[in-house]
DNA sequence: TTGTACGCGTTATCAA
DNA sequence: TTGATAACGCGTACAA
């Protein structure tokens, strides 16, 4: 068999079905077929043509694919505003996860960012009914409406991570921010600890309000109001975690009477906190315990190792990628609208007993 | 003017370029130049196709367009096999910006993922020349070769950041590890330091390399050979760069003749081995000056401060897709094919004058 | 300024 | 098992 001289091998971005079709002395449907469904066609021209194609170096054109069946291969992960860049890395955990295994099952993942602005949300419509999407993760966030159109409406499954929207109809795959505070709060009850300073992340915010609640709910339990707890911050984004922290260092500074225990919306605050109390005078633990919440690997390697609660991003971006996909490729798929992934706290050297206990 | 009764405002993913140009009453010729240009239309046609388009919530099918055109509007991003999740936060940094420039000029942006293994390098290579992408960005990693196909061959625009391989003509948008951590050495031999122990990422990585460069660099030019240095690490990737600062901590202790500077390959290795050199009973910075590598936010509350050097990840990926889509829109442009974004290194508390200088 | 007609590259239907 | 043919939705010559 001879070969033809002119191999395109190396050529740009030529080498067509019909070049493959041509090579291997078939029709395009034949070849068409011979690379989807392998089982369909004889043996021989099978081989003839996947020589073909690896000899031209054939990749099927994915625009035209996607225009024939009705449908892209592609994933669209919608991110909130501002990702913030602090010591917790919840949105490129997640992406990592999404991203793996959004691939392992053959589709491609394309980035949105939903900034509070018309375009954005614009521009994320457009990939939706534009047919761009096939299918749509939301981080933390609203479904996007614009003009008269609304991502929901779009046709297209959505499954939204971290944020409880189930009561839209919407899969959720969410952590228990509320019941993880909660626990890690009576673990400092438990040691004695009664008086709370509380560093709140932006105010309204969903996770705000349950790990707030979180907290409350522990207190109450032990038959505490919430009273007993001090609050600081609540008037910057968790993008400016760090800031936070240092101002309700003051804040604590400020108070005459000081809580025993501290817990923080996010990791960033608790470290910037603890680094600026300590330089201020006070002990921790001896004076002061802290808990916060990320699970950013960082805290283990404060001074001391800081206490937080660990959110599962891996497994909320594999399931909830796996729940989509699910949905994409069998709509009448009978699963729950909403999936609690549990947070684990982690206890470290930051917290001890209350050592004011007497006073 | 009457509203027809069936309004298909709010349909799943119809609504046609000939919906349109019906419920308008013009071609769908007509309906695509008024939406492309606006200029080349009557003003009164284009308004009533505006308005009928708005009422049918239509939008254009990107993969007719895609494949009509010959081109898409993607363009890829290609990430290092595994990113790291320790404080140094480059890949989303960098990721945010070039999403933020790329839909700023109107493109969509696709991750893919670099890892070693073939099946993500023919994953890579089929979105390029399955014409999915028309541009690809890749990050710190060499361009993916498989079969008789290379990234190099696809016959699109492609940009390298961080990794400096305009030598095959592919221009690269870098920092300069080497000089930045020259002038941080330098300052250490200013403070009197002589002695230097150096935590190193994985042995022949690009960054490695350089920035070890940097430091043999600056002992030369004060007359001392890389004698003066003792290396630790090595062994791990960047990904465990705690792990390698708590070796590298152990390490240290066992020398019988102690450094009085550290200079660390990543953030994450200064981060875990400051925090356990104190636990052993050292001081920083009075018995022991540390710097490291990447300007990591949280570095500026670790205790004491820690002394960074600060790569500037915004303006690299904003400049990288800059260029790519100048590329990619007049490929005749003049561009150089290397552009240096400097670092910029901090000061901060974990370094003083050698205590040692006299013993 | 607007309409007609064709083709982008692929897959699916149907007949051979 | 294979081949001819139509169609996916859009943009663009070209003609009107």
Partial sequence: MKKTEDSLSTEGSSALMADVARLAGVATSTVSRALANPGRVNEKTRARIAAAAEQLGYTPNAAARSLRVGRSNVI???????PHYGASQIIPQVLEAVNR???RNGYNLMIANLDRDESSERHILDLAFGGTVRGALILSSQLPVVDNRSLAE???????LLLDVSGTSVPSIITNDRLAVKEAAMELLALGHRRFFYIAGPTGNYHEVERYAGLVEALNGAGLSAD???RSGGNLTFQFGFETGLQAAEDFARLDEKPTAVVAASDDMAISFMSKIQKMGWRVPEDLSVVSFDGS????YCSPSLSTIEQPMEALGETATEFLIARMEKSDEKRELRVVIPSRFIRRDSIAV???LTT
């Fill in 76 to 82: 669209m992960i919608i991110l909130p505003g501002s």
């Fill in 101 to 103: 295994t959004v691939i």
């Fill in 154 to 160: 779009a046709g297209l499954p959505i499954v939204s």
């Fill in 228 to 230: 007993y707890i001090t």
């Fill in 297 to 300: 690997p960082v805290c283990e």
């Fill in 354 to 356: 209350n050592s004011k």
